[in-house]
Nanobody
Framework: QVQLVESGGGLVQPGGSLRLSCAAS????????MGWYRQAPGNQRELVAR???????TYADSVKGRFTISRNNARNTVYLQMNSLKREDSAVYYC?????????WGQGTQVTVSS
């Protein structure tokens, strides 16, 4: 099994920044990709950003230019730097790891953008 521990969520004012971290442990094996998804009340879960083992990145159109995903491969940790946050970014953010054995999800961390 793989365990994902997320940190960095919280309350931030519009225009502010947060940095989310997700550390993977356990039987990780070879990581194909790690990413961040989010789900707001009444909405389905959506991809925010993803980074592959080769370093290729994918972003949702709504966050391009504001969010940056990165990895520390030695620590099996993925980060999401979120800048210029908007109220519509408020959601539960979930970390996801994909390897050859399956998909693994973190518990989620709440991000609330409000004044």
């Amino acid at each position: 099994q793989v365990q994902l521990v997320e940190s960095g969520g919280g309350l931030v004012q519009p225009g502010g920044s947060l940095r989310l971290s997700c550390a993977a442990s356990g039987n990780i094996f070879s990581i194909a990709s790690m990413g961040w998804y989010r789900q707001a009340p009444g909405n389905q879960r959506e991809l925010v950003a993803r980074i592959t083992s080769s370093g290729s990145t994918t972003y949702a159109d709504s966050v391009k230019g504001r969010f940056t995903i990165s990895r520390n491969n030695a620590r099996n940790t993925v980060y999401l730097q979120m800048n210029s946050l908007k109220r519509e970014d408020s959601a539960v953010y979930y970390c996801k790891l994909v390897n050859f054995n399956g998909d693994y999800w973190g518990q989620g961390t709440q991000v609330t953008v409000s004044s």
